[in-house]
């Protein structure tokens, strides 16, 4: 009787024992992973001119890199902007980083009949890696002509929200100031899990793109001269059918 007794509290021992030892491990994970992001910075620039350009994304991670953390960058694009899925498949393969798009993609709409869209950027960690660098190439869209005189239409590209994920940290909770969000866990799975969601020390605005917008003010003219040069030539066709015999 008192061997089973024994053995009973012996096994309860250790399972707490167990248990206490896994419940400090997560808070030690979970504390790194607070720290990791209190010293990450996210950074936006934008290269290139004309309707073809590239956003270039440079992450800064702390160097006391967490094993098994993820990355995911979320850009959140304007209607004015597009990007090509094939194009971005090419380039995923011969990089470091994989892609997911939220929804399909017309290359062909103009701005002011489609809506934004979100990417989702999964760029790979291998070892201790203080600095990430992801390039995206977007392109403009055709945009409504101006009756203003303004040649050109600014658009807002937004900064990307940097989340991070660990299997090791599970209590989510304690991570302020930072927020816990849902998003997809790979790019090439459509279920969510919990990421931690870095939030900036200061807030950042936006980088605006020109794009070129047609005139509206000349549309009258530009109509008015080619449907009188198509009738000219037309004219000059038939006369010149009708003088040769070709009818």
Not at 65 to 78: D, E, F, T
Not at 107 to 113: F, N, R, S, T
Not at 115 to 127: I, K, N
Not at 137 to 143: K, L, M
């Amino acid at each position: 009787m008192y061997f089973v007794l024994f053995s009973v509290l012996a096994c309860l021992l250790t399972c707490h024992c167990f248990i206490e030892k896994d419940v400090k491990q997560n808070e030690s994970h979970c504390g790194l992973l607070k720290q990791w992001l209190a010293s990450s910075l996210v950074s936006l620039e934008i290269n290139k001119k004309g309707f073809h350009r590239e956003v270039v994304t440079s992450v800064e991670l702390s160097p006391d890199v967490l094993s098994g953390v993820r990355v995911l960058l979320v850009h959140r694009w304007p209607r004015g902007v597009f990007v090509d899925p094939y194009q971005l498949a090419s380039l995923s393969e011969h990089g470091d980083w994989q892609l997911l798009l939220d929804s399909a993609i017309d290359l062909e709409v103009p701005a002011h009949k489609t809506a934004g869209f979100v990417t989702y950027v999964y760029p790979y960690l291998d070892g201790p890696t203080p600095r990430l660098k992801v390039t995206i190439p977007i392109h403009g869209r055709y945009h409504e002509p101006n009756y203003d005189g303004e040649m050109f239409t600014s658009v807002d590209i937004e900064h990307p929200e940097l989340l991070l994920r660990t299997e090791k940290c599970s209590q989510l909770s304690g991570l302020e100031p930072h927020t816990v969000v849902d998003a997809p866990c790979t790019h090439d799975n459509s279920s969510t899990c919990q990421w931690v969601k870095l939030q900036p020390q200061q807030e950042r605005g936006p980088v605006g793109v020109q794009f070129p917008v047609g005139d509206g003010s000349l549309v009258t003219p530009v109509c008015g001269g080619t449907l009188l040069v198509t009738m000219l030539c037309c004219v000059a066709l038939s006369k010149h059918m009708w003088k040769h015999r070709i009818i």
